[in-house]
């Protein structure tokens, strides 16, 4: 026999056998209606429509083509009962009064006001029915968003400018100023559910279309499909959910660049704060300052004798945001100088040390905080057996699912004196 003949056979009977190992392993389990719903009640007993939840959880992964395991399922279980507690519209304890002194402060750095922000919210529209009594007597952020969407559209009004209201400008600016943009059941970034809907049709998005896309977040289902897609729907090469739970309250590839800054730090023998941020930013774009952390790899190259031009270093730093800065020179170098540098490997992801503050509550929260507790929920979830809390949940569960794109189901009844731009349609 050849020894060609006996390589061919010897590579047969390996595939063979590589073929049956693979039929023979177990195939990982996708979860159905009434597995997520136990789910449910197991982190949340008493939870109001855990069918629903769970229907509305299976038709996001659908939706967007997601694995039905049981990591993604209790990934989307341990934040959303993180962020509402499994409430559409969650009710946040003492919003009206943290946001009454942010709304004057805010408002009284605009000029056609001249200061007097609390006296025209007082008596705006009238005494009776103001804003004021509106914002203060607020119990979620919906009733904060509408106030401030009234508001504004009464203030045009009000001013003779309603003219300006479609306007690119009018958009931004007032978009800008809204205090609401992170909500619904997964605490969705209204910028990143803008952003995606811009993409998918192709133009901006007008003020209007937002208005609807807000109040869709404000649903169970459009709560769920951004959530998961913000959440679930990109590559990280992560190796623990961990790092998105980081990322879903710091932003994509947060826990990454974080990570990269460790490292480059380390070469440099530099503090460099580990929030993400390789660049600096102004107004969510790139600014031409350089961060500290440009100047650290650049004297991390200047150091260790890197090829690495502050032009070259520029233009990869640009890709933080994507999982394209993998294979940009500026990453691989200096993961590889810090291996040879260390004569250890470099961490691929650590969670980020940010503080965050929010104007809808007094407490302090830390990204690492948040991860934290999120993951231990999502623990325990994946570590719930199977069917112990199977009982009380409806057969129908899992037959109607969720439309690819959700819409608004609130019916919000507009005061008499919004613009009939408001009401119209979306084109």
Known sequence: MSHWYSARVKTACVAIVAGLAILASPIASAFDAPQIAAKIKAARPKVRDPAGWANDILGALQAHNLPQTPENVCALVAIIDQESAFSANPSVPNLGKVSEKAVIAKLNQHPILGGQASTFLAQYPNPRNSFMQRIRHAKTERDLDWAYRDLTAGIAQE????????????????????????????????????????????????????????????????????????????????????????????????????????????????????????????????????????????????????????????????????????????????????????????????????????????????????????????????????????????ATVGKSLSPAVPAATDQRPAPSFLQDWVNLPAI
């Open 159 to 394: 001013y003779k400018l309603s003219f300006l209201m479609n306007s690119d400008f009018a958009r931004d600016f007032i978009e800008s100023q809204n205090e609401i943009n992170t909500l619904g059941p997964m605490q969705v970034d209204v910028n990143f559910a803008v952003q995606h809907e811009a993409a998918r049709r192709g133009r901006a998005l007008s003020l209007q279309e937002i208005y609807q896309l807000r109040d869709a977040l404000y649903t169970r289902k459009g709560g769920l499909y951004y959530g998961t897609l913000l959440l679930l729907g990109y590559e990280t090469g992560y190796g623990k959910k961990l790092f998105r739970f980081a990322d879903y309250n710091a932003g994509r590839y947060t826990s990454r660049n974080a990570a990269f800054q460790t490292v480059v730090g380390a070469l440099a023998k530099l503090p460099i704060a580990t929030d993400g941020d390789l660049l600096m930013y102004e107004k969510g774009s790139v600014s031409s300052a350089v961060s500290n952390t440009e100047q650290a790899v650049r004297i991390v190259a200047d150091k260790y004798g890197l090829i690495l031009p502050n032009q070259r270093i520029r233009s990869d730093l640009m890709q933080e945001k994507t999982l394209g800065f993998n294979s940009t020179s500026t990453y691989k170098t200096v993961m590889q100088a810090y291996q040879l540098v260390k004569k250890a490997a470099p961490p691929y992801a650590v969670v980020p040390r940010i503080t965050l503050h929010s104007e809808k509550t007094s407490r302090i929260l830390t990204t690492e905080r948040f991860a934290n507790m999120v993951n231990k929920r999502y623990q325990r979830c994946l570590a719930q057996p199977e069917g112990v809390v199977s009982q009380a949940i409806p």
